[in-house]
């Protein structure tokens, strides 16, 4: 068994923070970059990211720092800063790490100016290095915490995915294995605008039965699109796809569900968006995802009508008539 001892987490947001404590509390020895100097000095400090995770004390153990150079010589990086960031840090990043040197891909994005998934922007950036996404239904807090959860680690090197899963396993944390890098994170990317049109139908009030066909529907609109990126359907019937669509479509602890809400109930995108220093990443997925889906001709409503409310002015109530409105067609 391969255990990547030495872990240097970049990205001193929920998530960042959250893996970093789970690979600490595994034993591990982890640093954590966050860009931000009042989140190295507040974990250092106070054993507390009071920016991004207040309220979960984190393992002494775990050291912050703001300097990229402190990643080289690790065994394992895991790439957790927002997806519009990742060219860019991993840029910076690039001359302190080894060819060899595994990366964990954990943000769930499509690169809004190229149409990329995150796996294709790391090869762009360092095309040597092995890759690795891990996805699936976590949220930081509860992973924090310490509460169980189950994710996909999927390479195309299943090997390095194997010791990633020995290295970060534990009880409280179940990796499954997957080849399928394509289908881990198309279901990232897609649930979250799927969760603001979630959030919308709650903010709404429009019940239930809405939300549970809002899951389905958008759930076909995921494998559409997955499959026309080279996904497996079955990936995205798994952990990284449905699982996480489920959990976030059925709590406003998903900052994507929340945006949506708050839109159903009347407040514009401006006033939600002033002032968020946590990211929502559907916002930025779902102008891109509409256009390809436009452009490609797969067949996307719900995330054209996220789309139309959050970028093109679109009313809520009349985005999700037009949405009812649409002709009767099969449903598979
Ligand atoms: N929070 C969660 O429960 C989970 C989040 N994720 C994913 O992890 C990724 C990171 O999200 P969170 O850790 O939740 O972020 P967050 O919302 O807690 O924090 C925002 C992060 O963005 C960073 N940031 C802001 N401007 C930046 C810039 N110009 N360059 C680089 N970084 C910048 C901040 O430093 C901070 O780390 C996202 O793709 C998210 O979808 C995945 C699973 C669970
Ligand atoms: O990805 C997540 C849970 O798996 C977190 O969802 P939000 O970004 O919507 O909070």
């Known amino acids: 068994?391969?255990?990547?001892?030495?872990?240097?987490?970049?990205?001193?947001?929920?998530w960042g923070t959250a893996l970093a404590s789970m690979a600490t509390r595994a034993g591990r020895e982890v640093t954590l970059w966050a860009r931000e100097d009042d989140v190295v000095t507040s974990i250092n400090e106070t054993h507390e990211n009071k920016d991004f995770l207040p309220g979960i004390t984190l393992p002494e153990g775990l050291k912050a720092t703001s300097k990229l150079a402190d990643a080289e010589g690790s065994d394992v990086i895991l790439m957790v800063v927002p997806a519009q960031f990742v060219r860019a840090v991993a840029q910076d990043l690039k001359s302190f790490l080894k060819e060899s040197t595994p990366i964990i891909l954990c943000a769930k994005g499509i690169e809004q100016s190229t149409g990329k998934m995150m796996n294709e922007v790391m090869s762009e950036v360092l095309p040597k290095s092995p890759l690795?996404?891990?996805?699936?239904?976590?949220?930081?807090?509860?992973?924090?915490?310490?509460?169980?959860?189950a994710v996909t680690i999927a390479s195309r090197y299943q090997q390095i995915a194997q010791n990633v899963a020995d290295t970060l396993g534990q009880t409280t944390f179940r990796p499954y294995l997957s080849r399928d890098v394509v289908g881990a994170e198309v279901g990232g990317a897609v649930k979250n605008v799927l969760a603001v049109a979630c959030g919308i139908v709650a903010g709404l009030e429009l019940g239930e039965n809405a939300r549970a066909a809002l899951i389905t529907r958008g759930m076909a609109e995921m494998v559409r699109f997955g499959e026309a990126r080279g996904a497996k359907r079955e990936t995205m019937m798994g952990l990284c796809g449905l699982g996480d669509l489920i959990l976030t479509c059925s709590s406003t602890q998903s900052r994507n569900m929340s945006l949506g809400m708050a839109l159903g109930q009347g407040k514009s995108v401006e006033q939600i968006m002033m002032g968020r220093k946590s990211v929502a990443e559907g916002y930025h997925t779902a102008s891109i995802l509409a256009d390809i889906a436009e452009q490609e001709s797969i067949d996307m409503p719900i995330a054209a009508a996220v789309h139309k409310i959050l970028h093109q002015g679109g009313d809520v109530a009349k985005v999700v008539e037009d949405l009812m409105r649409r002709p009767y067609v099969s449903e598979l």
């Not at 068994?1 to 929920?14: L, N, P």
């Not at 976590?138 to 169980?148: C, I, N, R, S, Y």
């Open 1 to 14: 068994m391969t255990i990547y001892h030495k872990i240097t987490v970049i990205g001193g947001g929920a």
């Open 132 to 149: 690795v996404v891990l996805s699936g239904p976590t949220f930081a807090h509860e992973v924090a915490k310490g509460l169980p959860a």
